[in-house]
């Protein structure tokens, strides 16, 4: 599997650093809140597992399964919900965990339906924002880990048709890669 990596773009300390710093933050803002961390799958179940340990306040977790790239690496522009929340939102202030925030699309999508469900507050954490590719211009990350280069990136979560998830670093992978 690291074969098929061309360059590493944040290495596992970097990666972690970050989440603590993140993890500091949000125990800081949400000490009176009750916060919801939800989890949008897959692609954020790594920093969210990570994310979820650095935060030193109460919170519950739920997550959502949509998706839209599915096997390629270019959106679909249509985002599917696969799995709902479980919890009544009502009340709960949301912090919607993402590992990339890219053409903004299922961001904007996902910020929408849960809006309308009407909890006390909603922000976003993305671990990563691809500002280059943005398609969505009004969708904006009130948490943010790394800027990323208009490239596709795997690893720490971020998948290639469905591989490279468990990368413990973020990479680009080979060229050839894609024409396997
Ligand atoms: O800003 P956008 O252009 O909408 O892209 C961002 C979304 O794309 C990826 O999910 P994907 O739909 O590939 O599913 P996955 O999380 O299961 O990998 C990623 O995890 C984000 O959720
Ligand atoms: N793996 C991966 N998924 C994405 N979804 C949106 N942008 C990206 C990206 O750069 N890499
Ligand atoms: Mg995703």
Do not use: H
């Not at 935060?55 to 799995?83: E, H, L, P």
Request: aromatic fraction near 8%; proline fraction near 3%.
């Amino acid at each position: 599997m690291k074969d098929d990596i061309l360059k590493v773009l944040l290495t596992e300390e970097e990666l972690q650093a970050k989440v603590k710093e993140l993890g500091a933050q949000i125990t800081e803002d949400y000490q009176d809140k009750k916060l919801l961390l939800v989890s949008v799958l897959k692609g954020s179940v790594v920093f969210m597992a990570d994310l979820m340990r650095a935060i030193d306040t109460y919170c519950r977790i739920d997550f959502m399964n949509v998706s839209s790239y599915g096997s390629g690496t270019k959106t679909t522009g249509t985002v599917k919900i696969i799995k709902d929340l479980d919890i009544d939102i009502a009340g709960y202030d949301l912090l919607i965990v993402e590992d990339i925030l890219d053409s903004g699309k299922t961001l904007s999508y996902i910020k929408k339906i849960l809006m309308e469900r009407k909890p006390n507050s909603i922000k976003i954490c993305t671990l990563l924002d691809k500002p280059e590719r943005r398609q969505v211009p009004d969708i904006k990350a009130d948490y943010k880990g790394f800027i990323v280069p208009d490239e596709f990136v795997v690893g720490y979560g971020l998948d290639y048709a469905e591989t490279y998830r468990n990368l413990p670093y973020l990479g680009v992978l080979k060229p050839e890669v894609y024409s396997k």
